[in-house]
């Protein structure tokens, strides 16, 4: 398991510091400037396709790629002072970057996913758990030990069994209907079922 969280600091990730990068962004030429792009952007299809859950511990402001960082997450611990922004949008830049097109309507729903990017408004943890964002809001103080149960929890399973089973919850939030959905299930379970009888 993997535990992320900010840490000593005010927030969790308040985004890039554009007073820094974004000098640096426009001194590149335009295909340095895209491989960094994808250099950072690719941080998030990495966190899905590693086999370890990873559980984000979120306090004070993810924003930006803060943000990201959250939403990549397979399940967000929050405390009651957590709060997100899309902020691209506000910086002048398109509010879908970093995979947050992706991740959010999948989260929350388009309707609301819409509003967020399309804002950069700031979404508060009472909020993110209503719609389904936070896996739980506990206090601050709680918040790790809140992530390490239940990390001791998945810890406990077959290890074959998480990896499947987060590689199929991946694979089928973008699958092509029902059928595909029990296939992939299906071949979980049998190699699962094979994997247990070779014991």
Aim: aromatic letters at 8%.
């Amino acid at each position: 398991m993997i535990i992320l969280d900010g840490g000593d600091a005010k927030g969790f990730c308040a985004g890039l510091d554009t007073k820094v990068y974004a000098p640096q962004i426009f001194k590149m030429t335009p295909v340095q400037a895209y491989n960094a792009q994808v250099r950072m952007s690719r941080l998030f299809l990495g966190m899905r396709q590693i086999p370890q859950p990873v559980i984000a511990c979120i306090h004070g402001a993810a924003a930006g790629i803060g943000f990201s960082l959250a939403m990549a997450a397979d399940l967000r611990i929050l405390a009651e002072n957590a709060r997100f922004s899309a902020a691209y949008i506000n910086i002048g830049l398109g509010g879908a970057d970093m995979a947050s097109s992706y991740f959010l309507p999948r989260l929350i729903g388009a309707g609301r996913a819409y509003e967020y990017l399309l804002t950069g408004n700031w979404m508060d943890a009472t909020d993110a758990l209503n719609l389904g964002f936070a896996s739980r809001v506990v206090a601050m103080d709680e918040m790790i030990q809140t992530a390490e149960d239940l990390a001791k929890t998945m810890v406990e399973k077959n290890p074959m069994g998480i990896r499947m089973t987060k590689e199929a919850i991946n694979c089928n939030l973008d699958c092509a209907g029902l059928e595909a959905a029990l296939n992939m299930e299906d071949r979980n379970q049998i190699m699962m079922s094979y994997t247990y009888r070779m014991k």
